[in-house]
């Protein structure tokens, strides 16, 4: 079982940052990409970014340019540095950690509990 605990969420003005985090424990052997998801309100989870164990990233279009996802695999540690927020970048984020070594998938992903990210105009 690997568990994962965010922090780092909060609100935010239009145009700031914020940098999430998300700690892994428990059978950490098995995690290879870590990453992250979001959850609107009235809306379906979706991917947001993602980083292999040899540090290759993977972003959304939604988000490219203006998030960096990175990790520190002595700590089980992955961030998620975000940039130019928007009002629809508004949404809980959710940690995901696979066995897989390239790819995220929700059918198989380690879940953390959530992190609400709140951007105001």
């Known amino acids: 079982q690997v568990q994962l605990v965010e922090s780092g969420g909060g609100s935010v003005q239009v145009g700031g940052s914020l940098r999430l985090s998300c700690a892994a424990s428990g059978s950490i052997f098995s995690i290879n990409t870590m990453g992250w998801y979001r959850q609107a309100p009235g809306k379906q989870r979706e991917y947001v970014a993602r980083i292999t164990r040899g540090g290759s990233a993977n972003y959304a279009e939604s988000v490219k340019g203006r998030y960096t996802i990175s990790r520190d695999n002595a700590q089980n540690t992955v961030y998620l540095q975000m940039n130019s927020l928007k009002p629809e970048d508004t949404a809980v984020y959710y940690c995901?950690?696979?066995?897989?070594?390239?790819?995220?998938?929700?059918?198989?992903?380690?879940w953390g509990q959530g992190t609400q990210v709140t951007v105001s105009s």
């Open positions: 995901a950690a696979n066995k897989d070594p390239y790819a995220l998938s929700p059918e198989s992903n380690s």
